[in-house]
């Protein structure tokens, strides 16, 4: 069961807001939170320094571990799902004030970033500490690496068909086949749907979305056990075979580099 997001103000409106930068902290409880689709005048950071936090765009579904930031630019629609006991910051950012992307990419967050976040969340947009701050963060932000850890959509009806249903069941393990008869395509005009669609195979777009709730819920605190049971994996060495593969570390290791590199652990 997923609780609306709370933010820390009442009657408060980002946009009204004309500082270069603000951040705001958002502590999550013990149940899964989310803010329904909404946009913003200013573009905004979503941080992540504890559990994850997953994205929607209208192109894409992008995945916040702990230590990264996914961009999402100004008046773009998004909404946010974070995970149990997260902690997240809000960076909002007035349009044309860095030299940042106009797309949602995920983003490595540096652990000089990290500190600047969290020391603007803590004092007032009006306050010259806080001008002083954002200038800095604006200065370093663009310089960031992009990532490439993204699911990407698509408003075509059959394949949003196919990925509603596998967000909500990502254990499903449905072949090809099996997923054509369901949205009365053939095998073969499916195939070539999604490859069409979102660049990759059905078995890799798959394995993206795997990748993408893995590392959402092992940041959370969950067990390779689970999450590979969760994901419907016949073992634990298939998935942390898949895993490696795919991001070069087992689950253990990556999460581990991501928090001691600031998020630079990410693989295209």
């Given amino acids: 069961m997923r609780q609306p997001l709370r933010y820390p103000w009442l009657d408060f409106d980002v946009d009204d807001v004309l500082a270069p930068a603000i951040a705001v902290r958002v502590d999550v409880t013990e149940t899964r939170a989310e803010v329904s689709q909404h946009w913003h005048r200013k573009g905004q950071l979503v941080f992540a320094l504890g559990g994850g936090v997953t994205c929607r765009v209208p192109s894409g579904l992008w995945m916040v571990p702990p230590h990264c930031g996914v961009w999402v630019p100004s008046r773009m629609q998004h909404s946010n799902i974070a995970t149990a006991n997260a902690r997240i910051f809000f960076v909002y950012i007035e349009p044309g004030a860095a030299e940042l992307p106009d797309r949602c990419c995920t983003l490595s967050i540096s652990p000089l970033l ?7 969340s803590d004092c007032a947009p009006d306050d010259a500490r806080c001008a002083f701050l954002g200038s800095v963060l604006l200065a370093e932000l663009p310089d960031m690496p992009v990532q490439q850890l993204h699911l990407p959509l698509s408003s075509e009806p059959h394949l949003r068909r196919i990925a509603e249903a ?33 660049g990759l195979s ?26 590979s049971g969760d994901l419907g994996y016949e073992s634990v060495t298939a998935f ?18 991501i928090a001691r590199n600031g998020g630079s652990a990410f693989v295209a």
Avoid: C
Wanted: glycine share 4%; net charge positive.
């Fill in 202 to 227: 059905f078995g890799r777009w798959r394995q993206q979305l795997h990748l993408i709730v893995a590392i959402r819920e092992l940041a959370s605190g969950a067990s390779v056990q689970r999450v």
């Fill in 240 to 257: 942390i075979t898949m895993f490696k593969k795919a991001l070069g570390k087992p689950p253990a290791q990556y999460l581990s580099s």
């Fill in 114 to 120: 990290r500190e600047l976040i969290i020391e603007l």
């Fill in 166 to 198: 596998l967000a909500n069941d990502p254990a499903d393990r449905s072949t090809l086949a099996e997923w054509a008869s369901r949205v009365a395509l053939s095998q073969s005009s499916l195939a070539r749907l999604v490859v069409k669609e979102t």
